[in-house]
Every structure is written in structure tokens, then in C-alpha cells.
């Protein structure tokens, strides 16, 4: 049984940092984890993706100032790690996992599992 939580969100300055993170379960081990984001009126976008063979895919807008960061424990977690925060990175963001790896993830080929948001406001 798949389950993605995410926590993390709130509001922040311009300039400011936040981390999100997603507690995943389930079988995953052959899937793309990733964050999705979505601002009001907007289309749901790629952020960053991590697959099966640890290859990172970052958006454009997020490169540089966004990290993604994958844990295998007691409790498995996909952060990420958002600096330089600007006032269009405002959205509610998704953690989610497909089976589709590479840039293929990143534009939601395949996406298969969400999480239930965290919302983000830089302002």
C-alpha cells in the first residue's frame, strides 16, 4: 500500500528557504519520486524528479536553488531543499511517484501516486 505525506510548507520572504519533505511506504523501488508543484490558475509542473538510477532532474526555474535528496531508513524520505525563494515558486506542492523515469517524470509521464499537497507562499 503506496502513501505519500508530505510536510514542510508555510510562508516565507522573499530570499528565505524552506524544506519539504515526503514520508513515503509502499513498494517504490521502481518508481520516480518527485515534486510537483501547482499555483492558483496555473497547470500542475515538474520540479525535481530522482529514478531508479539515482539520476536528479531539476526544472529550469528551480535549478541551482533547489535540492532533492533521497532517504532509505526506518523512515523513507524525499526532501526538498528550496533557497532563494521567489514570489513564482508560491504553489501547492505534491510529492508523487511514477513509473516512468528521466525528463519523461519530470513532465508527469506516468505519475501514478500523490500526495495531498503542502502549500508554499512567498510573499
Known amino acids: 500500500h503506496v502513501q505519500l505525506v508530505e510536510s514542510g510548507g508555510g510562508s516565507v520572504h522573499p530570499g528565505g528557504s524552506l524544506t519539504l519533505s515526503c514520508e513515503f511506504s509502499?513498494?517504490?523501488?521502481?518508481?520516480?519520486l518527485a515534486w510537483f508543484r501547482q499555483a492558483p490558475g496555473e497547470k500542475r509542473e515538474g520540479v525535481a524528479t530522482?529514478?531508479?538510477?539515482?539520476?536528479?532532474?531539476y526544472a529550469y526555474s528551480v535549478k541551482d536553488r533547489f535540492t532533492l535528496t533521497r532517504r532509505y531508513g526506518t523512515t523513507n524520505t524525499l526532501s526538498l531543499q528550496m533557497t532563494n525563494l521567489r514570489p513564482d515558486d508560491t504553489a501547492t506542492y505534491y510529492c508523487?511517484?511514477?513509473?516512468?523515469?528521466?525528463?519523461?517524470?519530470?513532465?508527469?509521464?506516468?505519475?501514478?501516486?500523490w500526495g495531498q499537497g503542502t502549500q508554499v507562499t512567498v510573499s
Open positions: 508523487a511517484a511514477g513509473e516512468i523515469g528521466g525528463s519523461r517524470c519530470l513532465g508527469g509521464v506516468g505519475i501514478t501516486f
Open positions: 530522482i529514478d531508479v538510477n539515482h539520476y536528479i532532474n
Open positions: 509502499g513498494d517504490l523501488s521502481r518508481y520516480c
